[in-house]
C-alpha cells in the first residue's frame, strides 16, 4: 500500500526557514500529483503547495508564494518543502498528501493518500 511519512518539522522563530521531508513508500508514479497542506487548530486543512509528478510544474497558494518552494529528489520517492521567512501564521500541522490522478487540484478531497502530519511551530 503506498504510505507517506513527513518528517522536519519543529519549533522556529519569525524569519527562520525550515525543511520538511516526506518519503513514499515506493516510487511515485508519473502520474501523480504530489502536495503539502496545513492545517491550524479549529481550522480547515488548506493547500499549500503543489508539484506535478510527471512535468515537475508546481503550483503554490498566495499565503506562502515566493517563500516556501517544492521539490523533489532525483530517486521520485521523496517531496520536499522548504519554508523561507517564516512567520507565527505558518504555524499549523503540515500534511503530505498525494492525487493518483495528477489533476493539479487544491481540493482535498482529491488527494487518496496522505501521511500523518508533522508540526511546525513559528514563534513571534
Known amino acids: 500500500q503506498f504510505q507517506l511519512l513527513e518528517s522536519g518539522g519543529g519549533l522556529v522563530q519569525t524569519g527562520d526557514s525550515l525543511r520538511l521531508s516526506c518519503a513514499a513508500s515506493?516510487?511515485?508514479?508519473?502520474?501523480?500529483?504530489m502536495s503539502w497542506f496545513r492545517q491550524s487548530p479549529g481550522k480547515e486543512r488548506k493547500f499549500v503547495a503543489r508539484?506535478?509528478?510527471?512535468?515537475?510544474?508546481?503550483d503554490y497558494s498566495d499565503s506562502v508564494k515566493g517563500r516556501f518552494t517544492i521539490s523533489r529528489t532525483n530517486a521520485k520517492n521523496a517531496v520536499f518543502l522548504q519554508m523561507a521567512s517564516l512567520k507565527p501564521e505558518d504555524t499549523a500541522v503540515y500534511y503530505c498528501?498525494?492525487?493518483?490522478?495528477?489533476?493539479?487540484?487544491?481540493?482535498?478531497?482529491?488527494?487518496?493518500?496522505w501521511g500523518q502530519g508533522t508540526q511546525v511551530t513559528v514563534s513571534s
Open positions: 515506493e516510487e511515485i508514479p508519473a502520474t501523480y500529483d
Open positions: 498528501a498525494a492525487d493518483p490522478t495528477g489533476a493539479q487540484t487544491g481540493w482535498v478531497g482529491a488527494y487518496d493518500y
Open positions: 508539484i506535478n509528478w510527471s512535468t515537475g510544474s508546481t
